[in-house]
């Protein structure tokens, strides 16, 4: 009988890191897999001064993609009005390469790669240009790369899904382009990579993911709901820094979700507000503001998205759906002395497979 044990790979003690498992550069570069279930992307984005948030992805193959998907690269823009634009462009597989030993990728005429200096943090370079959109960017850490663990969580019966995080705080500088106009700009971005084998459909509830910045705190985290025949298993990895150093890396996290609220674009319901809790050590709490992306993910499937199958769709397989918030956070650190408390904006995400 397949086994469907679910392992996180922390370093202990418990379910968290009493020490950091050191960033290489391989932990970032392309981690071959004979599946055709396996999947693996780059993603970068970035807050800039000029008002435009911008979004990249290099794609192998996305977990939801069709077996033997062709690469592609996914640009997003979010302009200072809020008006988003979004061009993506899949290349035959002789126009891409992946890097084993560091991140280097390339898809088409776009890349991404990481520059290493003896004694200090990574810079991540990114070039994408499709559609009129165009960025070329350079990531300079602020904090070293981090992965939860050892940066794989392994589902039985060879399925996997693992998580890096190249830049968990970088200054951005460089240029973009709209159309015909060009920002020289400067802002704070962030950098991941996640890669693995399976269905992820038949593994994963739910999903979610964010973080957030403030000048002496930055936080991430992932909150992963295995579905029912997988145990209902959540997976909660959350990192904590204080200026540029690391300081709590775990998986004890405990999520709390709001009243539902309707969405009719995503055609489903999406949490008022989550709570994040690590016992003494930090509380987050996260109110939607604002619905900035909502996406019923079965449009994603031509034959489905017709108006006559897509209620035999929904009857049958649920109602997957993609949100990104914008929401006011409330922030409280707890150990060495008083409570910590901060407060801002922040951006996350949820992502429902069912």
């Known amino acids: 009988m397949t086994s469907t044990a679910i392992v996180e790979a922390w370093n202990g003690p418990g379910r968290r890191d009493g020490e950091l498992t050191p960033v290489e550069p391989h932990h970032n570069a392309l981690h071959p897999a004979a599946s055709s279930l396996a999947f693996e992307h780059w993603y970068f984005d970035a807050h800039l001064d000029s008002g435009h948030t911008v979004i990249g992805f290099l794609i192998k193959r996305r977990p939801e993609d069709f077996p033997h998907a062709r690469p592609w690269v996914e640009l997003m823009v979010y302009e200072p009005d809020g008006t988003r634009r979004q061009v993506a462009r899949k290349y035959p597989r002789d126009r891409a390469s992946f890097a084993t030993r560091a991140c280097d990728v390339r898809i088409g005429d776009n890349r991404a790669h990481t520059e290493f200096r003896a004694g200090g943090l990574p810079t991540h370079h990114l070039r994408l240009a499709e559609g009129g959109l165009e960025f070329d960017l350079r990531f300079d850490n602020e904090l070293p790369s981090w992965m939860p663990g050892q940066g794989e969580t392994r589902f039985g019966g060879g399925d996997s899904f693992g998580w890096v995080v190249g830049a968990p705080r970088a200054r951005v500088s460089g240029t973009i382009r709209v159309d015909s106009s060009e920002f020289t700009v400067t802002g704070r971005g962030y950098a991941d990579h996640n890669w693995g084998v399976g269905d992820m459909r038949k593994i994963i509830e739910r999903w979610h993911w964010g973080r957030l910045y403030v000048e002496d705190y930055s936080l991430l985290f992932a909150d992963v ?71 019923d993910l079965l449009d994603d499937i031509p034959v489905v998205r017709s108006s006559l199958v897509k209620p035999l769709a929904h009857k049958m397989i649920g109602h997957p759906g993609y949100f990104r918030f914008e929401s006011g956070f409330e922030l409280t650190v707890h150990g060495g002395g008083a409570p910590v408390r901060r407060s801002g904006i922040t951006l996350h995400e949820l992502v429902a497979l069912t």
């Open 225 to 295: 709901l295995t579905q029912q025949r997988r145990g209902a298993h959540e997976i909660a990895p959350l990192m904590l820094a204080h200026r540029d150093r690391i300081v709590l890396s775990t998986g004890e996290t405990r999520l709390t979700e709001g009243p539902p609220r309707y969405d009719a674009t995503a055609g489903r319901t999406y949490p008022e507000w989550i709570e994040l809790l690590v016992p003494d050590h930090v509380e987050l709490r996260l109110t939607v503001q604002r619905v900035i992306h909502a996406h």
